[in-house]
């Protein structure tokens, strides 16, 4: 861990879900609290794995903190409304989501070139009683200038915290990190900034403590998908991975319905980001594997030659 740095785990869409979450922090650890990915509204209605995703009994991590995207007002509200109902009283919005679907359509980062509707939507959610706000966000939508249009605003939900990927949104993941508009945001802003951006190690932490001495707080996300024992490198043996991607297993096996396909498709996708810089071979067998069956065989090969190189890595 990092001395002085309080560290949270931040929500990567379609990944560190309730089940993820419980059992990173059960076999890893590191994080002081957890932000679940954005709730949103279709057709009408909050999504039901939404729903079930946020829902206390179903968070067994010490600080849980669900997050709804930023949207049309009405949307946001219905949101809001559901999960004061389950007892949550601190709620994070997400002005930081990329994806050209969700983003073209004045919702999450591409929100942020619209600050008349910022303002709208934080009237309308200042309103509700007894909820305090988080923000996370982007520097802007397609100009790393735009955060100057909605800092004034945030005056309106008074948030907690403010956490900044330093990129704009069209950028998505890619690119370099603006870091004279984010050092600019971190002097103006007067609400605690919390760090997010390309921390995949402990001595990325570090270096952000250094360069940043003002920042007490980072929100990891791909990092920790990638290896959830960044924060402990104790802990980072092929044993806890395997017990982790098993946890997983059983549990999408369980909630799928027993869906072979569907059930393949779900797991293929942890590896869309979990340890990839496991054999090669490995993972392109993971990749192609087309029964539960093949997949499994393809997995248990990985974790056997996981455990040969961690222990070359420890004889060394």
Not at 200 to 225: C, E, F, H
Request: hydrophobic share 35%; with cysteine.
């Amino acid at each position: 861990m990092i001395d002085g740095m309080k560290i949270l785990c931040a929500p990567v869409q379609g990944v560190t879900d309730c089940h993820w979450r419980n059992a990173q922090n059960e076999i890893f650890g590191g994080p002081e609290g957890y932000y679940g990915p954005f709730m949103r509204v279709e057709h009408g209605e909050i999504r039901k794995r939404d729903l079930a995703d946020v829902s206390p009994e179903n968070n067994t991590v010490p600080v849980f903190t669900p997050q709804v995207l930023a949207c049309q007002p009405k949307d946001a509200l219905r949101m809001v409304d559901a999960l004061t109902e389950m007892g949550y009283h601190t709620i994070d919005i997400n002005l930081g989501c990329p994806f050209p679907p969700i983003a073209l359509h004045h919702k999450g980062s591409g929100l942020l070139q619209y600050p008349e509707e910022v303002e709208t939507l934080f009237k309308e959610l200042s309103a509700v009683d007894g909820v305090t706000y988080s923000v996370k966000m982007r520097l802007g939508w397609d100009d790393a200038t735009q955060w100057r249009n909605i800092m004034p605003l945030l005056d309106i939900i008074n948030p907690s915290q403010v956490t900044v990927h330093p990129r704009t949104g069209r950028q998505q993941y890619k690119g370099e990190l603006i870091l004279d508009e984010f050092g600019a945001m971190l002097s103006e802003c007067h609400y605690p900034i919390v760090y997010n951006g390309e921390l995949k190690s402990l001595d990325d932490i570090n270096r952000i403590k250094k360069q940043y001495p003002s920042i007490t707080t980072v929100m990891i996300g791909r990092g920790l998908a990638e290896d959830p024992a960044m924060l402990c490198p104790e802990k980072a043996n092929a044993d806890n991975y395997c017990e982790l991607h098993n946890r997983l297993r059983d549990a999408y096996t369980e909630q799928l319905n027993g869906g072979e396909h569907q059930l393949l498709m779900k797991m293929k996708s942890l590896w869309e980001n979990f340890l990839p810089n496991a054999p090669r071979k490995s993972l392109k067998a993971i990749k192609k594997a087309t029964s539960m069956a093949k997949y499994n065989v393809a997995v248990n090969e990985l974790f056997y030659s996981l455990e040969d190189d961690l222990s070359d890595n420890d004889g060394q």
